[in-house]
């Protein structure tokens, strides 16, 4: 009967473990996703209604959050890198949308 009991605990806590994974997963994507998309256009002087998700990936340490600026007709590709973990941040942005708002 013991041995059942740890067994059955064993297996539970193994199953558990990757759903458990897959939410902070989540919770970290949609933090990267506000964190970018708030970044994006204050940087880049836009609307947030000027703002599409494009995709986003999920790494061991990282978030890429990719989006679509449009402004004045032309598109724009931004790539974000969010580190994940205790203090959610924003690596790098890509392409520099102070210097690119600057030209227009």
Do not use: H, K, Y
């Not at 609307?47 to 600026?69: K, P």
């Amino acid at each position: 009967m013991r041995n059942l009991f740890v067994s059955l605990t064993a297996l539970f806590a193994v199953l558990a473990a990757p759903s458990l994974a897959q939410a902070d997963a989540a919770s970290d994507q949609t933090r990267a996703i506000r964190l970018c998309w708030a970044e994006t256009a204050a940087q880049a002087g836009a609307g947030q209604s000027s703002i599409r998700l494009d995709q986003v990936r999920t790494r061991a340490r990282s978030v890429r959050v990719d989006l679509d600026l449009w402004r004045n007709g032309q598109l724009t590709n931004v790539r974000c890198e969010v580190s994940r973990g205790v203090d959610v941040r924003i690596a790098s942005i890509t392409p520099e949308l102070r210097a690119t708002a600057a030209l227009q």
